[in-house]
Each structure stands twice: as C-alpha cells, then as structure tokens.
C-alpha cells in the first residue's frame, strides 16, 4: 500500500508536464481495443448461435465486465460479462459462453508468449529470487503465505475434481455444449476470416494505446519500450488478487524501467495510466451496465442470474 502511495504522489507531482493529446489519443485507441475484442468474441458466440447474436449487446457485457474488474478483485467482471452475455442471446447456455472465451486465449497466448520470450531476452525482468521482495501486494502475498498459496491450490484442485465427477452424468451434453463455442473452427477459414484479424487489431490498438502513453509521460516512445509495458501489463494479471493488478504493475514498471527512464517518471507513467484506464474503463463499463439493464448493482444481477440458472434445473 505505500508503495502505491508513493507512486500517486509521484503522479500528482509529475501531472502539470503530462501532454494532454497523446493521452486522449491513448483513450481513443483502449476504447477501440474494447470494441475488437468484443467483436471477436461476438463472432466465436455467433458460430455458436446463427443468426441471434448482436454485436452491441455483446460488446456492453465486454464493457460491463472491464469496468466491474477494474475496481473489484478476483476476477468478478468476468462472472458479470458472461451473465449479461447470456441474457443478450436466446436459449444460449452458460457453459457455451464460458467456453468460448478459450477460443480467444489461442491467439493472446501465443502473442503474450512472444513477448515474454523477447522481454527474457532483454535481461531487464526480475529473478525469481527477487520477486518475494518487490513491493507488489498480489506476489508478496503469494511469496510472504506460501502455507495458505498452497492451501488454496489445493482446494482449487479438489474443486474441480469434484466438478469432473458430477458432471460425468451429463457429460455428453456438457460436450455437446462445449463444442458449440468452437464451432469457428468449422471451417478453420472461419476462425481466421472473422475472429483472427479483430484479435490483432485488439493487440495492435494495445500496442498504439502505450505508444500514446509514453509519449504523455514524456518516455522514450520504442517498440522495445512498447512490448515491455504490455508484458509488465500482462504478469500484474497473472494473479487477480487486487483489482486490476494495482500495485504489482508499478512494481515490475520501476524494475523493467531502471536503466530506461527515472524511478519517479516510471512511477507517474504507471499510476498515470493505471488511473487514466481506470477512470475511463468504470465510466463505459457501468454506463453499458445501466443502458443494458437499467441498474448499476451488478451483484443483484447475478445473484438473480444465478436463482434462475438453479429453477432451470440441470439444463
């Protein structure tokens, strides 16, 4: 927590020197990111489903759950993104639209893999001997707990050993289910005509949004420094502890930084856009939340979400 302190107070202290127009650019760019990979997701849900997926209701849940992550930990604006995604498509099923974001993590893994392996190869990533000591919440707790890390492990593992066991019973239609999220595949030229080149987009619009914001910041604008802020980016979600890995993304940016730009600029920078993103992923994300449902609250939404999944029965 002082280590975040710290960083906004470097922030508020470096704000009057931040340029304004890369930094609206930068937004523009995140917003147009949101709306790629919504339309990805829209076409692998649309393979599943002819004919009864929209774009926009689908994009409003991506937004919903962006924002919802943004200020809550573990993950909540996932669970919201699948429920609003599953009222805004007729008798679709939870397990289909919960498998069908596997189909996008095929294309963000290998590019996230790339860029890890480049960053590897710069020598600027901490040792693993070193993260117990970065001032980074979500990885101290890990390193400082290692008795409950473990234990929560575990019951993960147990916990779906449990789920393999009752579902065995329906297995067939859970698979029939399953399947439909990847029904893109078929045929392959499907998947790389209509969810391929919205991802890339996705990834080339995440790319220009930190181009944008270095030079707000006043940092070197480089590829190098571009694919270095995305893989620091990518290791603070690594564990969804604290809401959008706050914290543990200013921890990496100083040490991947050192010899780059000074401790107080890289301090600004990531708090500065932690905040900018925040700021405008809350805004869109409850604003689709209140367009959609007319209510901000998600949690009635899913509790409500859930009561009815449960009258439903086992379908």
Known sequence: MNAVLDAIDAFWGY?????????????VCHVLKTACTARAWRNVLAAAYPRSVRWRPIWAAYLAGVGVNAIVPARAGDVVRVVLAHRAIPSSSYTTIVSSTAV????????????????????????????????????????????????????????????VVLLRERWGDVRDRIGLAFAVFSPPRRYLRSVVPWQLADWGLRF?????????????QSLRNVALVQVTQSMATLLPISPGGIGT???????VFRDIAPQ??????????????????????FAALL???GTVRYRRVVEDARVSSEDAGPG
């Open 15 to 27: 704000l009057a020197s931040v340029e304004l127009l890369p930094l609206v650019l930068g937004v």
């Open 104 to 163: 996008l993590v095929l294309v963000d893994s290998v590019l996230a893999l790339g860029l890890f392996s480049f960053a590897l190869t710069q020598g600027v990533l901490p040792s693993s001997d070193s993260l117990p000591g970065l001032p980074a919440f979500d990885f101290a707790w890990l390193f400082g707990h290692r008795l409950a890390a473990e234990l929560v492990a575990v019951a993960a593992v147990l916990a779906a050993i449990v789920a």
């Open 264 to 285: 107080s600029a890289v301090l600004a920078f990531s708090v500065g856009v932690k905040l900018t993103l925040t700021v405008v992923n809350v805004a869109l994300g």
């Open 208 to 220: 220009a949004t930190i181009w944008f914001f270095l030079g707000a910041f006043g940092i070197e």
């Open 291 to 293: 367009l959609t449902l």
């Open 249 to 255: 993304e200013q921890a990496f940016l100083v040490v």
